[in-house]
T-cell receptor, first 118, second 109 residues
Framework: DARVTQTPRDKVTEMGQEVTMRCQPILGHNTVFWYRQTMMQGLELLAYFRNRAPLDDSGMPKDRFSAEMPDATLATLKIQPSEPRDSAVYFC????????????????FGPGTRLTVL | SQQGEEDPQALSIQEGENATMNCSYKTSINNLQWYRQNSGRGLVHLILIRSNEREKHSGRLRVTLDTSKKSSSLLITASRAADTASYFCATDEDDKIIFGKGTRLHILP
């Protein structure tokens, strides 16, 4: 049963610290998404990759956030330095698409990383 | 950022009744998807409907799409306690994935 995995599941850190979240997409999927979910803003798309290349990261605060895919089995989202307003649940999702743009037929979500910045 | 709108924001119904949720969007789409999220969990894909389709069924789920009104509805028939969750629609508008803020559905025993 293929699943998207994310680590860590929970992270509590202090303001100013670096946070790295990891995601292992489903093998064979060519598109990986990073989302942030809060009560106030709902689910926001931060960035997504197609065939490991970043296609859109316009939803991400560039000064402190960075997303990479060092290889096809690993996607990372880094926040440096972290701030209390970054507290949220961060989801990774993967899917397959052979069309231009962000659309995929189905996105498979990981369980999320709950980040708390004190 | 631009987001689809679901309504109602929250819905409580008795077990066995039907639940209907709506989603509206702003520009043209290739497809529209519905997802479910149980508390504290990731989203789970329920159903996808393409822009050239008007209705789609999957088990107790029925999704309709009206591209002239830029709206979709999700109907859950014969609701069960396990259907208690938040339901989101997602569209691929302007090459971006847009999720709505969701409808919180609560099934009363």
């Amino acid at each position: 049963d293929a699943r998207v995995t994310q680590t860590p599941r929970d992270k509590v850190t202090e303001m100013g610290q670096e946070v790295t979240m990891r995601c292992q997409p489903i093998l064979g999927h060519n598109t990986v998404f990073w989302y942030r979910q809060t009560m106030m803003q709902g689910l926001e798309l931060l960035a997504y990759f197609r065939n490991r290349a970043p296609l859109d990261d316009s939803g991400m605060p560039k000064d402190r956030f960075s997303a990479e895919m060092p290889d096809a089995t690993l996607a990372t989202l880094k926040i440096q330095p972290s701030e209390p307003r970054d507290s949220a649940v961060y989801f990774c999702a993967s899917g397959s698409s052979f069309t231009a743009g962000a659309g995929t037929d189905t996105q498979y979500f990981g369980p999320g990383t709950r980040l708390t910045v004190l | 950022s631009q987001q689809g709108e679901e309504d109602p924001q929250a819905l409580s119904i008795q077990e066995g009744e039907n639940a209907t949720m709506n989603c509206s969007y702003k520009t043209s789409i290739n497809n529209l998807q519905w997802y479910r999220q149980n508390s504290g969990r990731g989203l789970v894909h329920l159903i996808l409907i393409r822009s050239n389709e008007r209705e789609k069924h999957s088990g107790r789920l029925r999704v309709t799409l009206d591209t002239s009104k830029k709206s979709s509805s999700l109907l859950i028939t014969a609701s069960r306690a396990a259907d208690t969750a938040s339901y989101f629609c997602a569209t691929d508008e302007d090459d971006k994935i847009i999720f709505g803020k969701g409808t919180r559905l609560h099934i009363l025993p």
